[in-house]
């Protein structure tokens, strides 16, 4: 099976600059998407196909992917960006979308 | 506004089945991939089933293949999943999610609903 892997958790001073990573083998040749979940709610799509944004997410939510890691990349954090954050990935060889085990976000 | 609302989710014995319902409304939901996920307490999101917009294909992740169930009712706009089976590890929040397109993004979520087993 198809493993993500993501670091547990990662801390940013506010109005710096976020860096969550997913690691996968050759996830650079996939698609990837990012889902943010605030405590109590459901999740919530960010970052589509690696770079692309949903409406009415803001632009300092981007993201990259390349080889075997892609990145999600959060500028000028706010408080509100506190959360947990999810890659997945759909699994040609099973039929199967692959989440990563979801890195938190805390602002100091 | 598109919206989609799970039911459901209860108490149930060790063994027991119990089937969920998720409804949409706000768009066509006939043109859409359904996806349910779940989630654990405490946990990440585990993505359980996927079926196709006119009812074809469904996968099933390997944890619950053989005891679940995904179907559609696109005259109603309903989404279901059926879970018989249930063990402990099963107990998780139980989302559903649309796709807009075959191994596409999942774009809406509802708001899950609980599913306990405990004897």
């Known amino acids: 099976s198809y493993d993500l892997a993501q670091p547990p958790s990662v801390s940013v001073a506010p109005g710096k600059t976020a860096r969550i990573t997913c690691g996968g083998n050759?996830?650079?040749?996939?698609?990837v998407n990012w889902y943010q979940q605030k405590p109590g709610q459901a999740p919530m799509l960010v970052i589509y196909y690696d770079s692309d944004r949903p409406s009415g997410i803001p632009e300092r939510f981007s993201g990259s992917n390349s080889g075997s890691t892609a990145t999600l990349i959060i500028s000028r954090v706010e408080v509100a960006d506190e959360a947990d954050y999810f890659c997945?990935?759909?699994?040609?060889?099973?039929?199967?979308?692959?989440f990563g085990g979801g890195t938190r976000l805390t602002v100091l | 506004e598109a919206q989609l609302v799970e039911s459901g989710g209860d108490l149930v014995q060790p063994g027991g089945s119990l089937r969920l319902s998720c409804a949409a409304s706000?768009?066509?939901?006939?043109?859409?991939?359904m996806n349910w996920v779940r989630q654990a307490p405490g946990k990440g999101l585990e993505w359980i089933s996927y079926i196709g917009s006119h009812g074809s294909p469904k996968y099933y992740a390997n944890s619950v293949k053989g005891r679940f169930t995904i179907s559609r009712d696109n005259a109603d706009d309903l989404l279901y999943l059926q879970l018989n089976g249930l063990t402990v590890e099963d107990t998780a929040i139980y989302y559903c999610a649309r796709s807009p397109s075959p191994r596409s993004e999942f774009d809406l979520w509802g708001q899950g609903t609980l599913v306990t087993v405990s004897s």
């Open positions: 050759n996830i650079g040749g996939t698609g």
């Open positions: 706000g768009f066509m939901f006939s043109s859409y991939e």
């Open positions: 997945q990935v759909w699994d040609d060889s099973s039929d199967h979308w692959v």
